[in-house]
Structure formats: C-alpha cells, structure tokens
C-alpha cells in the first residue's frame, strides 16, 4: 500500500505539473485569428469613416482648347499716296498700278500725299506714273458725269440748276479751252484745311502732304466756281480709322 501511495501521488504530481504548464501555454499563445482582428480593429473613431474620394475635374471635350487672351495690337501709322482727278462734277481717286479705289482708307497717324490734277491738263497728266496716267487718259469724263448723275452722286441739272447736264459740259468745257469763263477747279480736303489750285493748263500736278489725327470721313470739295454742277462736287473720299 505505501508503494501504491507513492506511485498515486507521482501521478497526481504528474498531472498537476502537465495541466499547469498546459495553462501556461494558453496564457503566452493565443489564437492567431485574435490577433489580428484586434491589430485590425480601429482605435481612432475617425480612423474609422470611410475616406471620402478626392473631387474630379471636369473632363475637357475633345478638340476644345481653352481660350487665350488674344492681343489686339493698334494699326500702325502708314505713308499712303493717292492719284486724284477732278472732273465735272467729281472726284477720281488712283493707286500707284493705275486702280481706282472707292475711298482712300489709312490709319490714324498716317501721312497722306495727293497728287491732282485736273482731267483737262493734258501735261500734267502726263507727269504721273504710267499706269495711273494710261487709266486716267482711258475714261471718259463726259460718260462719268452721265454716270454721277444716274447713280445720284450729283443731282439732275435741269432739276436743279435749269441747265441740262450736257449743255452744263459744254459750258464747262468751253471754259478750259478759253472759249469762256475759265472753269478750272481746286481741291479742298475738309477737316485738315489742306487746297490746292487744278489748273486746266497746268504742266505740274498739285501736290498736298499732310497727316491726320482723328477718325473719321474726310470730304473733298471743290472751292474754285466750275460750271453749273459746282455746288455738288463735295464727296466723302478719305477714311481715317483708328
């Protein structure tokens, strides 16, 4: 009986030592799947709100590019030379190759040469440049103040100086040839205060240098008596711009 004692409490010993180190165990290891929920779980209550996504930009549509700030840049000043003719009851205006244009258009700024002569001065006319003095010996005159008054630039003579246009060019005409009055012309261009003597018999042409400050329609006139259809040869031929 004593050996069978030794032997139960041995045992008992046994089992109490394997037990206690099985706590042990437990104690040091724990499951791995606890350990990482809780390295998992959150300790920050804002840690724990999903982050918001950061704001897009607005997607650009193909092919559009965004708009620049173009620069406007002011014309520059300019040296501009014009041919005239004064013809009853009007006023012709050449480039340097010989086209007529409208209206002389420049540039605030701008000096501007006139070259004029009257359509009667046959040397005179022969002074410009070729192509300018081949147009202007090509035109009719006569046909051009049939011309100005259909369109209305000058009115009816018979209407408004008792004078049909035909008998009005005789008249005007017998002037130059001395058969008359003489009836040459003078140019005035208004606004700038530049005038300049068209004489019928002239050798030179009249030449006017000037420069214009403002914007604006600049009108030629006549300011030497020519002839029935006088008062009407007033035209709006310089355009100034900014």
């Not at 040296?79 to 013809?87: K, P, Q, W």
């Amino acid at each position: 009986m004593r050996v069978s004692t030794r032997t139960s409490l041995a045992a008992v010993s046994t089992l109490v030592l394997f037990a206690a180190a099985c706590g042990a165990d437990e104690a040091v290891q724990e499951p791995e799947g606890a350990a990482v929920e809780e390295a998992a779980e959150p300790t920050d209550e804002a840690a724990q709100e999903p982050d918001e996504e950061p704001a897009q930009e607005p997607e650009e549509e193909p092919g559009e590019e965004p708009d620049e700030a173009v620069e406007e840049t002011a014309p520059e000043p300019e040296e501009v030379t014009a041919y005239v003719v004064g013809y009853h009851w009007g006023w012709a205006v050449f480039d340097e190759d010989g086209t007529e244009l409208d209206v002389i258009e420049v540039t605030v700024g701008s000096e501007v040469e006139l070259i004029a002569v009257n359509d009667h001065a046959t040397h005179a006319i022969e002074q410009l440049p070729e192509p300018v003095a081949e147009t202007i010996t090509s035109i009719s005159w006569h046909d051009r103040a049939h011309h100005d008054m259909e369109q209305g630039h000058i009115p009816d003579l018979a209407e408004a100086e008792g004078v049909p246009l035909g008998e009005a060019l005789t008249i005007a005409h017998d002037g130059h040839d001395h058969i008359g009055p003489a009836q040459d012309h003078a140019l005035l261009v208004a606004g700038v205060g530049v005038e300049a003597f068209l004489d019928s018999h002239g050798d030179e042409p009249a030449r006017m240098v000037f420069t214009v400050d403002e914007e604006g329609a600049y009108e030629f006139r006549c300011t030497e008596e020519c002839g029935p259809g006088h008062d009407h040869q007033r035209r709006e031929m310089l355009q100034v711009t900014g």
